[in-house]
């Protein structure tokens, strides 16, 4: 399905796509959020997630999501099946809510992480918010507490952010502090207004 007002936000793990997601909404953006439609679709999968991963992913009849990261971040064979499973639900949850935004033909955000991984969206452009391996990798370690060894798993189980700046149509650099990224979102929503003259986004 073509998306004619579809703007993607992408990028990878602790790159900033959150605080860009909360700057752009600050500017009225209307956001689909992926990340919510998955964590949805986990909770509606139980059933197979418990088939596929058996007993040992869930705190009494609730999926522990950190324990089920731990598997799939440690096995590219059981993030396939993971995936198998649930982008194909997502997917259908992102387009069924693009038809409805689309109708009113104004500019909307689609957040999602995995945009380049999975494909399949027909948009008006992608966005990457973009800073650089190392200061992913610091991030995780320092604020997620990850060894350096679960850091990388992590970033590693993506497609690599310089890759994804190329293959991007605009880059939202996050590589310094708040005040620049603010700057950065500004020439974004700025771009954006420009392609829709005489309304207010």
Same mark, same amino acid.
């Given at each position: 399905m073509k998306l004619n007002h579809a703007y993607v936000m992408t990028g990878g793990i602790a790159t900033g796509k959150s605080t860009v997601c909360s700057l752009l909404k600050m500017h009225?953006? =209307?956001?689909?959020?992926?990340?919510?439609?998955?964590?949805?679709?986990?909770?509606? =999968?139980?059933g197979e997630l418990r088939e596929i991963f058996g007993d040992e992913i869930f705190d009494v009849n609730e999926v522990d999501r950190k324990k089920l990261a731990n598997i799939i971040f440690s096995s590219s064979t059981q993030r396939e099946k993971l995936n198998t499973l649930i982008h194909p639900k997502v997917r259908a949850e992102i387009n069924r809510q693009a038809k409805l935004k689309e109708k009113f033909e104004l500019p909307y955000l689609m957040d999602i992480p995995l945009f380049f991984e999975s494909g399949d969206y027909e948009c008006k452009m992608s966005m990457v918010v973009y800073t650089p391996k190392n200061i992913q990798l610091d991030r995780l370690i320092n604020r997620e507490g990850f060894s350096l060894d679960e850091a990388n798993k992590r970033v590693n189980a993506q497609i690599d952010i310089d890759k994804k700046k190329e293959m991007a149509d605009w880059v939202v650099d996050n590589s310094f502090d708040l005040k620049h990224l603010q700057n950065e979102v500004e020439k974004f929503v700025e771009y954006i207004r420009g392609q829709y003259a005489g309304i207010k986004v």
């Open positions: 009225g953006f =209307s956001v689909i959020d992926a990340d919510v439609i998955a964590k949805e679709q986990l909770e509606v =999968s139980k």
